[in-house]
């Protein structure tokens, strides 16, 4: 069992960087992908971002890649997200996510992650 908290949001100007952190509870942190998904009003949950386990491997979304930066430390069971270049169109509730492991849909693919934390808003002003 694993238990995400999310911090970090807030309001921002567009232009503006905001770092969201994660921290997760469980001995066995350092063996889950861990990613970033955020979900706008009316919109379904996207994927933002994903780290593989020993944080070799990362992945993003198009719409962020050259801006948001995903890093985990699992001596100190974190997870972050450093977002910078803001723009309103990233306005969202953005969520916390472990996966034991993935399949088809991988670590992009929201139904492979086991756990999710509350969310935290992040709202950018134009």
């Not at 970033?36 to 386990?53: C, D, H, L, T």
Request: proline share 2%; net charge neutral.
């Amino acid at each position: 069992q694993v238990q995400l908290v999310e911090s970090g949001g807030g309001l921002v100007q567009a232009g503006g960087s905001l770092r969201l952190s994660c921290a997760a509870s469980g001995r066995t942190f350092r063996s889950y992908t861990m990613g970033w998904f955020r979900q706008a009003p009316g919109k379904e949950r996207e994927f933002v971002a994903a780290i593989s386990w020993s944080g070799d491997s990362t992945y993003y979304a198009d719409s962020v890649k050259g801006r948001f930066t995903i890093s985990r430390d699992n001596a100190k069971n974190t997870e972050h997200l450093q977002m910078n270049s803001l723009k309103p169109e990233d306005t969202a509730v953005y969520y916390c996510a472990a996966a034991i492991s993935y399949g088809v849909e991988g670590p992009m693919g929201s139904n492979e992650y086991d756990y999710w934390g509350q969310g935290t808003q992040v709202t950018v002003s134009s």
